[in-house]
C-alpha cells in the first residue's frame, strides 16, 4: 500500500540505538533519557525534555544528513512515496554549526534519499511554542529569508499549553506572507477550544492532530466544511495517554464526519511506532479498509506543501 507521512519531526525519528551511538562518540551523558534502548519519559513535559537531550546529541552536518537519509530510506522501503520533515536550525546552533548548515545537511539527507529510493520530501520550519513568541517568530524570520527551495511549510510545535495562539499570530504571518503553507500544533494537549483559536487567528491549510476538536460537534463540522486537513498521529496520541488505546481514539468519528485526516508517526522510537505500524492499525484496530486508508494517503498528497507539477506526479501513483 502506498504511504505519505505530513507529520514527523526529524529529530523525533533518532533511532534509540544511533542515540547511544552519538553521545558516546561525543562524551554526552545520556543516562536520565535513554536505558535500555528505550527513551525515558513519563508525561508531555518529560517528553519534551527528553525530546530535547535527544536532539542535541547531534554535533555535525553529516550527524543530521544521516538522520535524514537513513529515515526516508526506511520510509520508502515501506512504500511511502512522499514525506515532510519538521526541522529546527536552532539545533544546528546548538550542535555548534550555524541555521544554514543544519538546513543544507537535512537538504543533502533528502537529496541522498531521493537518488537511492525515488522518495520524495519537503522541510517544514518549527517554531517551538514553549520558547516564546520572539523564538517563533525568528523561526518564521528565518524560514521565509534563508534560501533552501525544500523548505515549504511552516508549523508550530512545542507546549500546547504555553500561551494563547494570538501571542503568535505574528509569526504564522509572516510565514504566510512569505509564500509558506502553514499548519499548527493544535488539540492535542489542549482541548477544542485550542482548534478553535487556531482556526479562528492562524488560518491554517492543517493542523497537526486537531483530534481534540471531537470533543465539539459544531466545531468538527467546520473542519469539514473548511476543509481543514488534520495530520492524526494515533500512536502518538495513546503513548502520550490523549487517548487510552485505539478503540477509543477519534480518527474514525472525524473521519466519518468527513474532516480531511491522514496518518502520520509524530517521533516514531519516542512512542513505539512508526509509519508503517500507524497504517497497520488504522486497518487492523481502527476498521479502516484498504479503500478508506488509500483516500488518507491521497488526502495527505493533496495537502502537501509541494508544487502543483509534483503533486500531479505523485497523484499518478495511485491511478488504477
Ligand atoms: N507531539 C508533539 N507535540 C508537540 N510538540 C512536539 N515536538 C515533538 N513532538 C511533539
Ligand atoms: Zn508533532
Known amino acids: 500500500m502506498i504511504k505519505a507521512e505530513l507529520h514527523c519531526h526529524i529529530e523525533g525519528a533518532t533511532p534509540p540505538a544511533l542515540a547511544a551511538r552519538l553521545a558516546a562518540k561525543y562524551g554526552i551523558d ?72 543544519y538546513m543544507r545537511a537535512i537538504t543533502a539527507g533528502i537529496e541522498a534519499a531521493r537518488d537511492k529510493t525515488g522518495i520524495e520530501a519537503r522541510m517544514v520550519m518549527i517554531g517551538e511554542r514553549h520558547m516564546g513568541p520572539e ?31 494570538d501571542d503568535f499570530g505574528r509569526a504564522f504571518d509572516i ?33 497537526g492532530h486537531g483530534v481534540r476538536a471531537v470533543e465539539e460537534p459544531d466545531l468538527v463540522r467546520r473542519l469539514a466544511d473548511e476543509g481543514v486537513v488534520l495530520e492524526v498521529c494515533p500512536g502518538s496520541n495513546i503513548a502520550l495517554s490523549v487517548y487510552p488505546d485505539f478503540a477509543a481514539h477519534p480518527l474514525r468519528r472525524l473521519f466519518d464526519a ?42 495527505a498528497i493533496e495537502a502537501a506543501f509541494v508544487d502543483e507539477p509534483t503533486r500531479e506526479r505523485l497523484l499518478s501513483r495511485f491511478a488504477g
Open 30 to 101: 545520556l543516562s536520565r533519557y535513554l536505558a535500555d534502548g528505550r527513551y525515558l519519559w513519563h508525561d508531555f513535559s518529560s517528553f519534551i525534555a527528553c525530546y530535547a537531550a535527544i536532539a542535541n546529541v547531534f554535533r555535525s552536518e553529516e550527524d543530521f544528513a544521516a538522520l535524514a537519509e537513513a529515515y526516508l530510506i526506511e520510509l520508502a522501503a515501506e512504500n511511502t512515496i512522499y514525506a515532510e520533515l519538521f526541522v529546527s536550525p536552532e539545533q544546528g546552533l546548538a550542535a555548534g554549526l550555524s541555521k544554514d548548515g
Open 135 to 165: 523564538q517563533v517568530e525568528g523561526a518564521a524570520r528565518y524560514a521565509v529569508s534563508c534560501d533552501f527551495p525544500l523548505l515549504t511549510g511552516f508549523n508550530m510545535a512545542g507546549d500546547e499549553r504555553m500561551g494563547r495562539v
Open 175 to 207: 510565514a504566510r506572507d512569505g509564500g509558506l503553507g502553514i499548519t499548527i500544533h493544535a488539540g492535542e494537549v489542549c482541548g477544542a477550544f485550542s482548534v478553535r483559536d487556531a482556526l479562528d487567528r492562524v488560518r491554517p491549510d492543517r493542523i
Open 258 to 299: 468527513g474532516v480531511k485526516v491522514t496518518l502520520n508517526s509524530d517521533d516514531p522510537p519516542f512512542f513505539h511506532t512508526s509509519l508503517a505500524r500507524e497504517y497497520e492499525a488504522a486497518r487492523d484496530e481502527m476498521g479502516f479498509s484498504t479503500d478508506e486508508i488509500d483516500m488518507m494517503t491521497r488526502t
